[in-house]
């Protein structure tokens, strides 16, 4: 099955300053990538995804880039706030069916 | 629509005891998961049903673990006997199968077994 490996597991930033989380997963037929965030206490939420048919989307500050060959992807959180404080999660899947998510990112912006 | 509703929100038990919790999906929604969130191990899946059938169970942890999904609108998980290590935060979520569209979780069920 499915198995999703995701890197840093902690990353503390300078506000104002990017970060970047890498994820790898095993299955070459996996074609949704999304990427959740959950915040102390909270449910995760969907942040952004990517469909295999696109190496990259952006939405304001954060970017997800895709790399089908290699099977891995990675968030990019440009002019961190503290508010982007939270752990991130990305997660892959076939359709969207059985989401298998990564060991999560932890991440610290410092004011 | 109230997105999907979990409860109870905290339940405490004591060890040997039988849990149950519950979840609403959003309505329309046709799949159905449930995870287990602990610091150590991170979201798990446990169990996924889609259309009301359970697809893949081969992350529930052992026969004291069961689900139910007995119509579109209604899935339990329980645990029976409950043990301190099946202490964690239970998510269940939903979507819309197919490649249509994003997982919507409910604000979990931090359960605590002592």
């Known amino acids: 099955g499915e198995n999703v490996e995701q890197h840093p597991s902690t990353l503390s930033v300078q506000e104002g300053d990017s970060a970047v989380i890498k994820c790898t997963y095993s299955d070459s037929a996996s074609n949704y990538f999304p990427w959740y965030k959950q915040e102390l206490g909270k449910r995760p939420q969907l942040i952004i995804d990517i469909r295999s048919n696109v190496g990259e989307k952006k939405d304001q500050r954060i970017a997800v880039t895709l790399n089908k060959t290699a099977k891995h992807f990675s968030l990019h959180i440009t002019e961190t706030q503290p508010e982007d404080s939270a752990v991130y999660f990305c997660?892959?899947?076939?359709?969207?069916?059985?989401?298998?998510f990564g060991t999560g990112t932890r991440l610290q912006v410092f004011p | 629509d109230a997105g999907v509703i979990q409860s109870p929100r905290h339940e405490v038990t004591e060890m040997g005891q039988e849990v149950t919790l519950r979840c609403k999906p959003i309505?329309?929604?046709?799949?159905l998961f449930w995870y287990r969130q602990t610091m150590m191990r991170g979201l798990e899946l446990l169990i996924y049903?889609?259309?009301?059938?359970?697809?893949?169970d081969s992350g529930m942890p052992e026969d004291r673990f069961s689900a139910k999904m007995p119509n579109a609108s209604f899935s339990t998980l329980k645990i029976q006997p409950s043990e301190p290590r099946d202490s964690a935060v239970y998510f269940c979520a939903s979507s819309l199968s197919g490649g249509a569209g994003e997982a919507f979780f409910g604000q979990g069920t931090r359960l605590t077994v002592v």
């Open positions: 049903f889609n259309n009301n059938v359970p697809i893949d």
């Open positions: 309505s329309g929604h046709n799949s």
């Open positions: 997660a892959a899947s076939i359709n969207t069916d059985k989401l298998i």
